[in-house]
């Protein structure tokens, strides 16, 4: 059996282990290697240095951006090292480059805008945006779109170009925020009367902030009813509690000071011969009572 293991090796294992392509395709595996270990060092050093200038999202694209152009280079380098033309793939990706790119505008048009909303930095991860009427939270920012995961749990994707060329609200920038709420009272009550109320309401609410101080304002005459806005302040967390609570103690405040809210009511109006004549619906509004 010992004499079995200091046998010579086979021929064609002899030749396979002094060919030239062997060392090459080592040599192609080792930096393949080593140029994963580098890329991930790298990762690691450009966000302990960039990482508090970019923000969450300027990290995640940075590290895409990172990990795609670091690839790229290691690839060709391996596929040197294995005997391939530097110089003709270099050239055919050129080519390719140019050919995409014309026929990848958008695609580009969404990285170039990717990379200035990086720095303009109008939102973060986890904020709560409204961008063309779409409302959510910001899942996700890659170099060609945005993940909004809306309050119902659907995800949206919008493309870069669209931020930069559309009305971005962000919603959590501050850390709070103000209810509007429009109340309309009859023409018989006090003005006076009525932004004392409102005033009285908003200070007793657990979530209404007393500063910034309340915004009441009597914002004219309507058509049937003497128009107001409360304006109250709160947390952001709080936000979707006052929007329930408010309204509801105002509207227990205005039934314990008798303040009559209108509401619109539609009358029948017929003729004699019900059966021949169309009935007629006149629209009416008056107040409570």
């Known amino acids: ?51 508090p200038r970019l923000g969450p999202q300027g990290v995640m694209v940075m590290k895409k951006v990172i990990r795609y152009v670091g690839f790229a280079f ?33 695609s580009l048009s969404n990285i170039i805008s990717g990379f200035f909303l990086i720095g303009e930095r109008p939102f973060e991860l986890g904020d709560m945006i409204e961008v063309d009427g779409i409302s959510g939270t910001v899942d996700t920012i890659g ?8 309050f119902d749990n659907r995800s949206v994707r919008i493309p870069n170009e669209t931020l930069v060329k559309t009305n971005v609200t962000n919603i959590t920038r501050h850390p709070i925020r103000r209810f509007n709420l429009d109340i309309g009272v009859s023409y018989d009550e006090n003005i006076g009367h009525v932004l004392s ?14 500063e910034p101080n309340p915004l009441i304002v009597f914002t004219g005459f309507g058509d049937s009813s003497l128009n107001f806005m409360l304006g109250a302040w709160c947390l952001q967390d709080d936000y979707g509690t006052l929007r329930n609570t408010l309204p509801r103690e105002l509207k227990e405040r205005f039934d314990e000071e008798n303040i009559e809210i209108p509401f619109p009511h539609m009358t029948l109006a017929a003729g004699k011969a019900l059966g021949q004549i169309p009935v007629k619906v006149i629209p009416e509004t008056t107040a409570n009572g």
Not at 143 to 150: A, F, P, V, Y
Not at 197 to 210: I, K, R, T
Request: hydrophobic residues 60%; proline residues 3%; glycine residues 12%.
């Open 197 to 210: 109320v409102l005033q009285d309401v908003s200070e007793q609410n657990v979530q209404c902030l007393d």
């Open 1 to 51: 059996m010992n004499a079995l293991f200091l046998a010579a090796p086979p021929p064609w294992l002899s030749d396979f282990l002094k060919s030239e392509l062997l060392w090459k395709v080592l040599g192609a595996a080792a930096i393949l290697l080593g140029g994963i270990i580098v890329i991930s060092i790298l990762n690691r050093f450009s966000l302990r240095l960039f990482g």
């Open 143 to 150: 170099l060609l779109s945005l993940t909004l995961r809306t």
């Open 74 to 106: 290691v690839g060709i380098l391996a596929l040197g090292q294995v005997g391939l033309n530097l110089g003709a793939i270099l050239g055919a990706a050129g080519v390719a480059g140019i050919a995409i790119g014309f026929a990848a505008q958008t």
